[in-house]
């Protein structure tokens, strides 16, 4: 984050802009002083650029994992309003822990880490070695697979708990095939979804 201060608005974002290479688009910024008395003025912003939450990020994801002892190649890209990150290291099946568990909590550290940097809600989805990729089309399979079996049978299934962004997939899924609506049930780790069957 960096401030800067001018006599409006108008100039502040434009000494910003000029200041870091930047459009006006290209720049995220939040007022945090006003003051217009009858002989001066001053605006205060604070802001920040999408260069400068990936550079954070780098360094936030590259401090803990050379702390640990890890040599680490990170690829960063902006898709959709959400950051990607995607490492490799040495010792990728000791960061991904079973079942994913501490990719996501290094996913949920990082991501809180730079939403309270740059006070701002920032969406994050870390990957090793395309591991939640791998993860996401076997979950989707899945989802066809059992999605198919309530159109044929009618029958209700209710799936194996998963984590939060592995249901979300399974919701898409199915939120796409005919006569078929899904519900999640259960609490944290134990959160599940079932496949209902919907008559027209």
Same mark, same amino acid.
């Given at each position: 984050m960096k401030n800067y201060e001018a006599k409006t608005l108008e100039d502040a974002i434009n000494n910003a802009c000029q200041d870091l290479g930047v459009t006006p688009d290209q720049l995220t910024y939040n007022v945090i002083e006003e003051k217009k008395g009858l002989f001066s003025k001053k605006v205060?912003?604070?802001c920040f650029t999408e260069s400068m939450v990936e550079e954070f990020i780098e360094n936030y994801l590259r401090t803990i994992l050379t702390d640990l002892g890890y040599d680490v190649e990170m690829a960063i890209f902006k898709q959709d309003? !959400?950051?990607?990150?995607?490492? @490799?290291? @040495? &010792?990728?099946?000791?960061?991904?822990? %079973?079942?994913g568990v501490i990719l996501r909590t290094l996913n949920f550290i990082t991501k809180n880490a730079v939403s309270t940097a740059f006070k701002e809600k920032i969406e994050?989805?870390?990957?090793?070695?395309?591991?939640?990729?791998?993860?996401?089309?076997?979950?989707?399979?899945?989802? %066809? !697979?059992?999605?198919k079996q309530v159109q044929r049978t &009618?029958?209700?299934?209710?799936?194996? /708990?998963? /984590?939060?962004?592995?249901r979300k997939v399974i919701h898409q899924v199915i939120a796409d095939m005919d006569h078929l609506s899904t519900k999640s049930q259960g609490e944290g780790r134990n959160r599940f979804i079932t496949i209902h069957y919907v008559e027209d």
């Open positions: 205060v912003i604070e309003d !959400r950051i990607y990150v995607n490492l @490799d290291t @040495d &010792h990728n099946s000791i960061l991904i822990g %079973k079942n994050l989805s870390l990957d090793i070695n395309g591991y939640k990729e791998n993860r996401y089309k076997k979950v989707t399979a899945l989802a %066809k !697979r059992f999605g &009618h029958v209700d299934v209710a799936l194996d /708990p998963l /984590p939060a962004d592995e």
